[in-house]
């Protein structure tokens, strides 16, 4: 059971438009940054978001980031194939003094 | 470039010890906090531990403290992990990853990982 809250699962076509949430606590989200990365088969994973709402240079403005209280979001606007991959959300965790990670959503692009 | 290799995986039996290292290249390695970070096979990330840029700190998932160590030697611009009492639930690809960015003194910066190392695989059999 991870700490941060996912769906295991999300799905769209291309061009689509595509959101996935993360669900923590008081500890963690409600308190500190949101970080969002994407793990491609055989890859390392890449950073996506950090600081909740900031993309790094290099990644598609198509990925966005938000956070409202103790839940986060990333959108993925005009869905393509090569985005199919598994999304995780990361934060650190003032009660348990580490980094929580979420179960991870794994994204089909139909 | 920044770059990050691990080494050290193998296949070890329970109750055993490995220790992993994770060499650095292309920043200023002692400025930042390091981490390892696990995957079991078809499971999803797990956090592991991670040093501060001086090694004086250091933080432990639950599920390994105790039996894991984190140390760094910045002469050397190498990250280690020493894995004792390894259990089959051990099994996983370690990755070490670099913190995305140093000398902000927040917390909330620790859930930041840029970049991240390809990753070595552990195998601990049943």
């Known amino acids: 059971q991870s700490v941060l809250t996912q769906p295991p699962s999300a799905s769209g076509t291309p061009g689509q438009r595509v959101t996935i949430s993360c669900s923590g606590s008081s500890f963690n989200i409600g308190n500190n940054d949101v970080y969002w990365y994407q793990d491609l088969p055989g890859m390392a994973p890449k950073l996506l978001i950090y600081r909740s709402d900031q993309r790094p240079s290099g990644v598609p403005d198509r990925f966005s980031g938000s956070k409202s209280g103790t839940s986060a979001s990333l959108a993925i606007s005009g869905l393509r194939s090569e985005d199919e991959a598994d999304y995780y959300c990361a934060a650190w965790d003032d009660s348990l003094s580490g980094v929580v990670f979420g179960g991870g959503t794994k994204l089909t692009v139909l | 470039q920044v770059q990050l290799v691990e080494s050290g995986g193998g296949v070890v039996q329970p109750g055993r010890s490995l220790r992993l290292s994770c060499a650095a290249s292309g920043f200023t390695f002692r400025n930042y906090v390091m981490h390892w970070v696990r995957q079991a096979p078809g499971k999803g990330l797990e956090w592991v531990a991670l040093t501060s840029y001086n090694g004086n700190d250091r933080y432990y998932a639950d599920s390994v403290r105790g039996r894991f160590t984190i140390s760094r030697d910045n002469s050397k611009n190498t990250l280690y992990l020493q894995m004792d009492s390894l259990r089959v639930e051990d099994t996983a690809v370690y990755f070490c990853?670099?913190?995305?960015?140093?000398?902000?003194?927040?917390?909330?910066?620790?859930?930041?990982?840029?970049?991240w190392g390809q990753g070595t695989l552990v195998t601990v059999p049943s």
């Open positions: 990853a670099r913190c995305g960015t140093y000398g902000s003194g927040r917390y909330s910066d620790l859930g930041w990982f840029d970049p």
